[in-house]
């Protein structure tokens, strides 16, 4: 029995060998193709591109291979780059979509691939149902074009970097990073943004010091992922040169982490609050904000101090780019460390947000912490925290049932407005609120939770918690 393949809300990724197999991934690929090629009649050009993860190019030249059977031109790009870089790049060539052969910040036995359609958009839903259609279609009828190499079309080499690099140097103010003597370290976690933060800046004259820049396709034997807790060797890296701020980004850059000058890690959540506001102090931009449901409302709180439009939308950050791309919002950011600017492209940037913290340090000349204390003093104190359960079979059913329902009241508390955005968000009278959404990939619920005190919060979090399993 063929594997389902299914589309989630950033690509469809799977254990390599398991899942993840080269009958897969061509089945995968002639769904994309097949759709690419109803979109149009001739002359369609696909960029093709990876992150560094074990059979990267392996998979690359067999996508080159099913695309110019289709009679689709495949744009191969030969190193790996980053997501937002494929995405800067098929807007500018005005080519027909991306796949990108990568597992984010997935552990090194995953692989995956993102479909991105011509303007640099993460696939939104009614395109991956299509993709879908057109892969289940083909294992219906055989697909004769499969691993098969010929066609009208053929290959030709992409370079995305110098373009991108281009594009971050219009948006970013090195000069005022160069000139406040910032010490910066990066941690591109062994991934595709090798060369790029670090790259940058050393070309503007900044110091920069760099862990974890080459190629392994293990990434140190644990996921690829900018979390405080795999953070420690840039913190040693800081320590060692006097850095004043860390940055990382995760096995495709598009997350990112920052690490403040004293190594606390800033939760994404704040790094998003704190370049909004900064971009409303250094840019001008009031047009609207952007944050998925299960993110702070810190960001709330901002938009009202400045009378800015906020958008609350289902997590995945298409639905963001979506906004970036009507041009509503000055920034669209989630909690799972994901965000983009006005201007820029409509997918998560992690190089950029670590750039971006860089210039607000230097133009604002105090550490992030300082910063988001005088933001909390300002607008108030929130205090987000993320937790995942697994669940058996029979809690998960039983729980799958409750999220249908329509509480009044939670732990005591009297619910103020329950929100059904993206799974079951039920907001106090005080502001706090608990989220839960189910992981449509693993017997998992993903419970967040925000309150106005860390008291509060430890309260809040275990009655979270107790609800899942009463």
Not at 15 to 35: H, L, S
Not at 60 to 76: E, F, K, S, V, Y
Not at 111 to 121: E, L
Not at 357 to 376: D, H, I, T, W, Y
């Amino acid at each position: 029995m063929l594997t389902q393949i299914k589309f989630g809300t950033s690509g469809w990724r799977a254990v390599m060998a398991e899942e993840f197999t080269f009958a897969n991934v061509r089945r995968a690929v002639g769904g994309i193709a097949r759709y690419v090629a109803g979109q149009k009649n001739q002359g369609a050009r696909v960029i093709v591109g990876r992150d560094p993860r074990f059979l990267g190019e392996t998979f690359c030249a067999m996508a080159a291979d099913i695309l110019q059977a289709h009679g689709i031109t495949p744009l191969i790009v030969a190193d790996p780059a980053p997501t937002p870089a494929f995405a800067y790049a098929v807007s500018q060539t005005k080519a027909d979509g991306v796949i990108n052969f990568t597992a984010s910040h997935n552990p090194p036995q995953y692989n995956g691939i993102k479909f991105s359609t011509p303007d640099g958009c993460p696939a939104l839903p009614e395109v991956t149902q299509k993709i879908e259609s057109h892969i289940e279609a083909a294992d219906r009828e055989g697909d004769k074009s499969l691993g098969k190499k010929g066609g009208p079309s053929s290959t030709e080499a992409l370079d995305v970097k110098e373009r991108y690099l281009k594009r971050l140097g219009e948006i970013v103010d090195f000069d005022a990073i160069r000139n406040a003597n910032l010490n910066v370290c990066f941690d591109p976690m062994w991934g595709a943004a090798r060369g790029y933060s670090d790259g940058l800046l050393r070309k503007s004259g900044i110091q920069v010091a760099a862990v974890h820049d080459y190629r392994d396709v293990l990434f140190g034997g644990h996921a690829p992922e900018p979390d405080d807790h795999l953070l420690n060797d840039l913190r040693a890296k800081m320590r060692e040169t006097g850095a004043q701020i860390g940055i990382a980004t995760d096995g495709d850059a598009d997350r990112f982490g920052i690490v403040d000058a004293d190594g606390t890690f800033l939760q994404p959540n704040y790094v998003i609050a704190l370049l909004f506001d900064y971009l409303i102090e250094s840019r001008g931009w009031k047009n609207g904000v952007a944050k998925s449901v299960a993110t702070t409302n810190l960001i709330t709180a901002i938009a009202k101090a400045h009378g800015v439009e906020v958008f609350e939308t289902p997590v995945g950050f298409k639905y963001i780019g979506e906004l970036i791309m009507q041009d509503k919002i000055a920034i669209g950011g989630e909690e799972s460390a994901g965000l983009s600017i006005r201007h820029h492209v409509p997918e998560k940037d992690g190089v950029l947000a670590g750039l971006l913290c860089c210039e607000m340090v230097a133009k604002r000349g105090k550490p992030l912490g300082e910063q988001l204390k005088k933001l909390s003093n300002q607008v108030g104190s929130y205090y987000p925290q993320r937790e995942n359960f697994r669940l058996t079979p029979e809690v998960k059913e039983k729980f799958t049932e409750k999220l249908k329902s329509d509480p009044r009241e939670f732990a005591g508390r009297k619910i103020d407005e329950v929100v059904r955005t993206d799974g079951l968000k039920l907001v106090f009278e005080d502001g706090s609120w608990v989220c839960y959404r189910l992981s449509g990939t693993e017997p998992v619920v993903r419970v967040y939770s925000e309150a106005r005190s860390e008291p509060d919060l430890k309260k809040l979090a275990m009655a979270a918690k107790q609800w899942i399993f009463d």
